[in-house]
């Protein structure tokens, strides 16, 4: 059974940095697409950034130049290395994980706020 598990969320002051993680129960190799995820109170999920498992990776315009996502095959690992960090961050922040075959999987999400 396929598991996601984030870590390192927390508060952070403006213009600080956090680094997120996902445990995967499984090796990495198993998903062709991984990616970060945010949803803030009252708004809709947002999609923040994305790799392949060619490391391809792309990000949504507001994090460009500020967030890096990562995937550590040997650890199961992926990560998002968050920098300046601000106020409109703050959010719930999940990882999902999609399979070649088209299953797909999330995480419990992990909180992550920026105060001003």
């Known amino acids: 059974q396929v598991q996601l598990a984030e870590s390192g969320g927390g508060l952070v002051q403006a213009g600080g940095s956090l680094r997120l993680s996902c445990a995967a129960s499984?090796?990495?190799?198993?998903?062709?697409?991984m990616a970060w995820y945010r949803q803030a109170p009252g708004e809709l999920g947002e999609l923040v950034a994305q790799?392949?498992?060619?490391?391809?990776?792309n990000y949504v315009d507001s994090v460009q130049g500020r967030f890096a996502i990562s995937r550590d095959n040997d650890k199961n690992t992926m990560y998002l290395q968050m920098l300046n960090l601000k106020p409109e961050d703050t959010a719930v922040y999940y990882c999902?994980?999609?399979?070649?075959?088209?299953?797909?999987?999330w995480g419990q999400g992990t909180q992550v706020t920026v105060s001003s």
């Open positions: 999902k994980a999609l399979t070649s075959s088209g299953g797909t999987y």
């Open positions: 790799i392949n498992s060619g490391g391809v990776t």
């Open positions: 499984v090796s990495l190799f198993n998903f062709n697409n």
